[in-house]
Nanobody, 120 residues
Protein backbone atom coordinates (compact mmCIF):
# COMPACT_ATOMS: atom_id res chain seq x y z
CA UNK A 1 0.00 0.00 0.00
CA UNK A 2 0.90 3.68 -0.31
CA UNK A 3 0.37 6.26 2.42
CA UNK A 4 0.37 10.01 1.88
CA UNK A 5 1.08 12.30 4.82
CA UNK A 6 0.66 16.06 4.53
CA UNK A 7 2.23 18.71 6.73
CA UNK A 8 2.66 22.47 6.82
CA UNK A 9 -0.87 23.74 7.22
CA UNK A 10 -1.88 26.34 9.76
CA UNK A 11 -3.22 29.81 10.39
CA UNK A 12 -1.79 32.70 8.40
CA UNK A 13 -2.77 36.31 7.81
CA UNK A 14 -3.93 37.52 4.40
CA UNK A 15 -0.94 38.20 2.19
CA UNK A 16 1.13 35.64 4.04
CA UNK A 17 2.63 32.37 2.89
CA UNK A 18 2.73 28.70 3.76
CA UNK A 19 4.52 25.68 2.35
CA UNK A 20 2.77 22.34 2.32
CA UNK A 21 4.61 19.04 2.04
CA UNK A 22 3.36 15.56 1.29
CA UNK A 23 5.44 12.41 1.60
CA UNK A 24 4.45 9.15 -0.03
CA UNK A 25 5.58 6.06 1.82
CA UNK A 26 4.98 2.33 1.88
CA UNK A 27 5.94 -0.44 -0.48
CA UNK A 28 6.24 1.97 -3.39
CA UNK A 29 7.40 0.85 -6.78
CA UNK A 30 6.62 4.04 -8.72
CA UNK A 31 4.91 7.36 -8.00
CA UNK A 32 3.39 8.94 -11.07
CA UNK A 33 1.42 12.21 -11.09
CA UNK A 34 1.11 14.04 -7.78
CA UNK A 35 -1.09 16.94 -6.85
CA UNK A 36 -2.93 19.07 -4.37
CA UNK A 37 -6.67 19.51 -4.01
CA UNK A 38 -8.67 21.52 -1.51
CA UNK A 39 -12.12 21.51 -0.01
CA UNK A 40 -13.73 24.41 1.77
CA UNK A 41 -16.79 23.95 4.02
CA UNK A 42 -19.93 23.42 1.96
CA UNK A 43 -18.00 23.19 -1.30
CA UNK A 44 -16.80 20.39 -3.51
CA UNK A 45 -13.19 19.29 -3.54
CA UNK A 46 -11.32 21.14 -6.26
CA UNK A 47 -8.00 20.83 -8.01
CA UNK A 48 -5.28 23.23 -6.92
CA UNK A 49 -2.24 22.00 -8.83
CA UNK A 50 -0.73 18.86 -10.29
CA UNK A 51 2.76 17.83 -11.37
CA UNK A 52 4.01 14.95 -13.50
CA UNK A 53 7.14 12.93 -12.88
CA UNK A 54 8.82 15.04 -15.53
CA UNK A 55 7.88 18.28 -13.81
CA UNK A 56 5.03 19.44 -16.02
CA UNK A 57 2.59 21.46 -13.93
CA UNK A 58 -1.04 22.47 -14.07
CA UNK A 59 -2.76 25.05 -11.87
CA UNK A 60 -6.27 26.19 -11.10
CA UNK A 61 -6.81 29.69 -12.45
CA UNK A 62 -7.51 30.96 -8.94
CA UNK A 63 -3.98 30.13 -7.74
CA UNK A 64 -1.86 30.81 -10.81
CA UNK A 65 1.02 33.20 -10.15
CA UNK A 66 0.59 32.73 -6.38
CA UNK A 67 1.11 29.00 -5.78
CA UNK A 68 3.98 26.81 -6.98
CA UNK A 69 3.95 23.03 -7.00
CA UNK A 70 7.20 21.07 -7.04
CA UNK A 71 8.40 17.57 -6.24
CA UNK A 72 11.44 15.60 -5.22
CA UNK A 73 11.19 12.25 -6.98
CA UNK A 74 14.00 10.74 -4.93
CA UNK A 75 12.05 11.45 -1.75
CA UNK A 76 8.57 10.75 -3.17
CA UNK A 77 7.59 14.17 -1.90
CA UNK A 78 5.46 16.93 -3.37
CA UNK A 79 5.39 20.53 -2.16
CA UNK A 80 3.01 23.43 -2.53
CA UNK A 81 4.42 26.90 -1.95
CA UNK A 82 1.52 29.24 -1.33
CA UNK A 83 2.17 32.99 -1.47
CA UNK A 84 -0.10 36.01 -1.26
CA UNK A 85 -2.70 33.96 0.53
CA UNK A 86 -6.30 35.13 0.55
CA UNK A 87 -9.16 34.26 2.90
CA UNK A 88 -10.79 32.33 0.05
CA UNK A 89 -7.79 29.99 0.04
CA UNK A 90 -8.92 28.66 3.42
CA UNK A 91 -9.70 24.98 3.10
CA UNK A 92 -8.51 21.50 3.91
CA UNK A 93 -5.73 20.72 1.46
CA UNK A 94 -5.37 17.13 0.31
CA UNK A 95 -2.40 15.46 -1.30
CA UNK A 96 -3.11 13.09 -4.18
CA UNK A 97 -0.89 10.65 -6.02
CA UNK A 98 -1.05 7.98 -8.67
CA UNK A 99 1.28 5.22 -7.57
CA UNK A 100 2.06 1.57 -7.87
CA UNK A 101 2.87 -0.44 -4.77
CA UNK A 102 4.67 -3.74 -4.70
CA UNK A 103 2.47 -6.57 -6.02
CA UNK A 104 -0.41 -4.14 -6.57
CA UNK A 105 -1.75 -2.40 -9.66
CA UNK A 106 -1.47 1.32 -10.22
CA UNK A 107 -3.94 3.15 -8.02
CA UNK A 108 -4.92 6.62 -6.84
CA UNK A 109 -4.26 7.64 -3.25
CA UNK A 110 -5.30 10.49 -0.97
CA UNK A 111 -3.80 11.95 2.15
CA UNK A 112 -5.86 12.81 5.22
CA UNK A 113 -5.63 16.54 4.61
CA UNK A 114 -4.13 19.54 6.33
CA UNK A 115 -6.08 22.63 7.34
CA UNK A 116 -5.11 26.02 5.92
CA UNK A 117 -6.83 29.04 7.41
CA UNK A 118 -6.21 32.54 6.10
CA UNK A 119 -7.58 35.13 8.48
CA UNK A 120 -6.62 38.32 10.24
Amino acid sequence: QVQLVESGGGLVQPGGFLRLSCVASGSIVTVYNMGWYRQAPGKQRELVATITTGGNTNYADSVKDRFTISRDNAKNTVYLQMNSLKPEDSAVYYCNADARALLRPRNNYWGQGTQVTVSS
